[in-house]
């Protein structure tokens, strides 16, 4: 497995690099945004590490470039910056997975590997080519978008998102627990904070519900976690 570290600090740059490679990772290091680009089109790693505060392109343009050519490659941000909305906008823009500094190797190792298990659970899996929810909303898996018969647009959706509406549709009817869609899309050994959980539901909201404010397609369950209706 090849892994794309981009930090602009030699000492954490080391630091993770040998960290990974002791695991049996082949390692691609760059220390500014534009290289990390450059390794990304040329070397097409399995996964990429990225810092947010990098000179000559930050983290999150990079991230949003790959997003524009690539949904499936996880991403993980490494970063101080840990205001909760750091961590909104990192979601926001397509990233997998958000750790904070100073984190534990083990940590680190534990994330990159459930990713990289999902990243490749979801390349084997032969999703179904579309599936229906509430008679309003049809979502192609395989094509990555949905389409809303009520307004007639398309929006475009990551993996990660597709995986929750088809496990909620799968449940239909049913409170799906906030455990269960953690397990199912994020990994069963991996357990991120609330937060994040949440915050992709609202992103999704945004996408595919006409008052996310007053959702129709996706209800909350207080105290257990999410469901959708089949009608």
């Not at 343009?61 to 499936?72: A, F, H, L, N, S």
């Not at 990555?144 to 307004?151: E, G, I, M, S, V």
């Not at 995986?163 to 199912?184: F, G, K, N, T, Y």
Request: hydrophobic fraction near 40%; charged fraction near 30%; proline fraction near 5%.
């Amino acid at each position: 497995m090849k892994i794309l570290i981009a930090e602009d600090d030699p000492v954490t740059l080391d630091s993770i690099e040998m960290c990974l490679t002791d695991e049996g990772f082949s390692i691609l290091t760059a220390t500014n945004g534009k290289e990390a680009i450059d390794h990304w089109a040329n070397e097409k790693p399995d996964l990429i590490c990225l810092d947010i505060m990098m000179p000559v392109m930050d983290g999150y343009e990079v991230c949003r470039k790959i997003r524009q050519v690539d949904e499936t490659v996880p991403v993980l941000f490494l970063s101080a910056k840990n205001e909760e909305i750091d961590v909104v906008v990192g979601l926001e823009i397509g990233a997998d997975d958000f750790i904070r500094k100073p984190f534990g190797k083990h940590e680190l190792i534990a994330r990159i590997r459930t990713a990289l298990r999902r990243s490749d659970s979801q390349k084997n899996s032969k999703p179904t080519a579309s599936f229906t929810i509430n008679n309003q909303l049809e979502v192609f898996p395989l094509q990555l978008r949905a389409f809303d018969q009520t307004t007639q647009q398309e929006v475009n959706l990551s993996p990660r998102e597709i995986s929750i509406l088809q496990l909620l549709h799968d449940h239909c009817d049913e409170a799906v627990s906030r455990d269960a869609i953690l397990d199912r899309c994020w990994g069963i050994d991996y357990f991120p904070e609330s937060r994040t959980l949440d915050q992709h539901i609202v992103n999704l909201r945004k996408k595919i519900e006409p008052d996310p404010s007053n959702p129709v397609l996706i209800e909350t369950v207080r105290g257990i976690g999410y469901r959708v209706k089949s009608a």
